[in-house]
């Protein structure tokens, strides 16, 4: 079973542009990672976590029981409806736009 110390995040290896950032958990990924539904351009600010556990940023960003990666300090998008359902149906806790 692997621990937080042995799971994180590929670190994107560019910056700018090519950076997208995850609608669900804010997770900053490279065009080349993004998967098309749950990823927008539209995003504000970028923060990078060592120990989601440990840091007062995830905790803030509410991304304190994901895994170490960069961050996207606020996300502007909406999620299709049907993804939305899905997370909901399965309760799986996701912040709104503006959240």
Known sequence: MATL???HAE???ETG?????CMVCRLLKTFDQRVLETTTINYNGMVAVLDPTSSWAAKWLHVGKRMPGCYALRV???LPQHIEDILDNNNITWHRTGD
């Not at 542009?17 to 950032?21: D, E, Q, Y």
């Open 11 to 13: 670190v994107p290896a």
């Open 5 to 7: 110390g042995d799971v």
């Open 17 to 21: 542009k090519n950076l997208v950032a």
């Open 76 to 78: 502007q998008a909406d």
